[in-house]
């Protein structure tokens, strides 16, 4: 019986409550929707590069500096979370190999990598050459190359 009774004190104080809510949500007088400001998005721009006549001759001039990337083989000597270190070694490594040397930064490590090879022959030599002058971790990674065009 005494539940009977809290449930039934329970629903009046809950229809008050709701019946008070809606009351006072009933402003009519406050909203306009004329007066609303939604602001234009910030759209990514989309540029067609041929649309003008600079344009196309500056696509001529960029064109011919391109590099192709292309599947390919790249050595790499070293892993670290240091970026001084991998600076420090690319620098070092410079002045003793005629190879490019790339920095590529893969989260959490960067990572320095050489040459452009097109076959694993040639980056096979270089990573024994590698090995022999005290890096014998270095390993084969295929990539995205950039091999050197011939005019």
């Known amino acids: 019986m005494g539940f009977v009774r809290k449930s039934q004190g329970f629903m ?3 229809t008050f409550i709701f019946l008070f809510n809606i009351v006072l949500s009933q402003n009519k007088n ?4 004329s007066l609303l400001n939604d602001p234009e998005p910030l ?3 989309i540029v067609n590069p041929l649309t003008s006549y600079e344009t196309i ?3 001529n001039v960029i064109s011919d500096t391109l590099a192709a990337e292309i599947e390919g083989f790249r050595v790499q000597v070293f892993a670290t979370l240091n970026r001084k270190k991998v600076d420090e070694l690319q620098e070092t490594l410079l ?3 005629e190879e490019k040397s790339y920095i590529i930064f893969e989260a959490p490590n960067y990572k320095l990598r050489m040459g452009d090879f ?3 022959k040639n980056a096979e030599n270089l990573r024994k ?3 022999a002058n005290g890096y014998p971790s270095s390993w084969i990674v295929r990539t995205r190359i950039q091999p050197e065009m011939k005019q």
């Open 12 to 14: 009046k104080n809950l």
């Open 30 to 33: 406050n909203f306009n929707p």
């Open 43 to 45: 759209w990514p721009e």
């Open 57 to 59: 001759n500056e696509l």
């Open 95 to 97: 002045l003793n190999y």
């Open 118 to 120: 097109l076959d694993r």
């Open 129 to 131: 050459r590698l090995a």
